[in-house]
Structures are given as structure tokens and as C-alpha cells.
């Protein structure tokens, strides 16, 4: 069975900060997507990596593919009080439809 | 552009009613998916559609039913409602382009039921 463990489970830190957040498995997979999802909300894509070692950045968060495309990591640079909101990680593996699913890191940024 | 439309919002149902949770889609897409969220259970899929017509079992499908009604439209049915189905119910749908595999999925607001 795949499993995709996300750390840390919950996050509360100050405006201006710096994070990161990680998405580990034992699996290989073909792609690895980001969401974020805020409250009464779903989740919304971020971004998907899909070559081992391969690093994304959008605006002041930085995404990056483990060499072995097992893991994943997601960091944010000086966080704001609009990045608050829970981040799932997503695998894909091949042609599967389905995607396997991280618990999610819960992050708060206080003002 | 609406993207991905759930009805209900919200729902309280009695222990053993049954009631249907539509979801539509306008981005043309193949898959449509229903999950639902629980607090330290994270998503769980429920059933999935790779395309009109198909339809087949994820990973928590007992209680649960189908009906995948065109492209666009794909309904969840609880028949005899439990409060185990307590949840939060997201409806998603992607595009799949062979062979890179996984596409990403848009999902909708979800559908808040309570089961007493």
C-alpha cells in the first residue's frame, strides 16, 4: 500500500517566518502534486512536479521533487497571514487516475 | 467559469434517510471522483469515473452509491444514511492526457452533512 506522511501535522508561527513542510513516502511516484485548502473550501492545486530533483517556485514558495521521487518538501519564504490553510500532497502513480493522499500540514500564520 | 458545482452546501439527514449529492462539472473533463474528509482521516475516495459510462470503487465505498449521468454530472447516493457518514463530501474532476498520467484535480466547495 502507498502511503505519503506529511510533517509537521500542525504549524503555528509569525508573519515574516520561514517553513517548511515535507511529504515522505517508501513509494516512487510518477508525479507529486500540492493543494492548499482553506476553510469551507476544497482544495486548490498549487503546483505538480514530475522529474526527480526537479524544484518549482511559485512567488515565495519553493517546491522540490526528491531525486528519487519519493519525497517531497515545500518551503515558504517571510509567510503571510494569507498563506494560513491546511497543505495536502497528492501522488500520482502512472496512469492510475487515482491520487494517493498526504494527511495535510494545518499552518497558521499569525499577524 | 464555474468549474466544479456541489449541491448541497449544507444537509442534516435522520439515521436511515436516504438523499442524493450532485456534482457537476463545465471543464469538459473525462474523471470525476467523490471523496469525503474526516479530521485525522484526511481524503478518502470514495468512488471514482475515468469516463461517461464507468464507474468503480475506491477506497471507502461501502454505504455508498453512483450514478455518473453524462460528461458532466456525477451523483453520490446514500440509501440508508448512518451517522458513520457524518463527513464532509468533496466532488473533484480532471483531465487525464496519456501518457504523463496523473492530472490535477478541481474540486468543488463540498457538501457539509450531518447525520443524527
Known amino acids: 500500500t502507498q502511503l505519503l506522511e506529511q510533517s509537521p501535522q500542525f504549524l503555528s508561527i509569525q508573519e515574516g517566518e520561514n517553513l517548511t513542510v515535507y511529504c515522505n513516502s517508501s513509494s516512487v511516484f510518477s508525479s507529486l502534486q500540492w493543494y492548499r485548502q482553506e476553510p469551507g473550501e476544497g482544495p486548490v492545486l498549487l503546483v505538480t512536479?514530475?522529474?526527480g530533483g526537479e524544484v518549482k517556485k511559485l512567488k515565495r514558495l519553493t517546491f522540490q521533487f526528491g531525486d528519487a521521487r519519493k519525497d517531497s518538501s515545500l518551503h515558504i519564504t517571510a509567510a503571510q497571514p494569507g498563506d494560513t490553510g491546511l497543505y495536502l500532497c497528492?501522488?500520482?502513480?502512472?496512469?492510475?487516475?487515482?491520487?494517493?493522499w498526504g494527511l495535510g500540514t494545518s499552518l497558521a500564520v499569525n499577524p | 467559469n464555474a468549474g466544479v458545482t456541489q449541491t448541497p452546501k449544507f444537509q442534516v439527514l435522520k439515521t436511515g434517510q436516504s438523499m442524493t449529492l450532485q456534482c457537476a462539472q463545465d471543464m469538459n473533463h473525462n474523471s470525476m471522483y467523490w471523496y469525503r474528509q474526516d479530521p485525522g482521516m484526511g481524503l478518502r475516495l470514495i468512488y471514482y469515473?475515468?469516463?461517461?459510462?464507468?464507474?468503480d470503487k475506491g477506497e471507502v465505498p461501502n454505504g455508498y452509491n453512483v450514478s455518473r449521468l453524462n460528461k458532466r454530472e456525477f451523483s453520490l447516493r446514500l440509501e440508508s444514511a448512518a451517522p458513520s457518514q457524518t463527513s464532509v463530501y468533496f466532488c473533484?474532476?480532471?483531465?487525464?492526457?496519456?501518457?504523463?498520467?496523473?492530472?490535477?484535480?478541481?474540486f468543488g466547495d463540498g457538501t457539509r452533512l450531518s447525520i443524527l
Open positions: 497528492a501522488g500520482g502513480a502512472g496512469n492510475n487516475r487515482k491520487l494517493i
Open positions: 473533484a474532476s480532471s483531465e487525464v492526457k496519456l501518457p504523463s498520467g496523473n492530472q490535477p484535480q478541481h
Open positions: 512536479v514530475v522529474t
Open positions: 469515473s475515468a469516463s461517461e459510462g464507468t464507474t
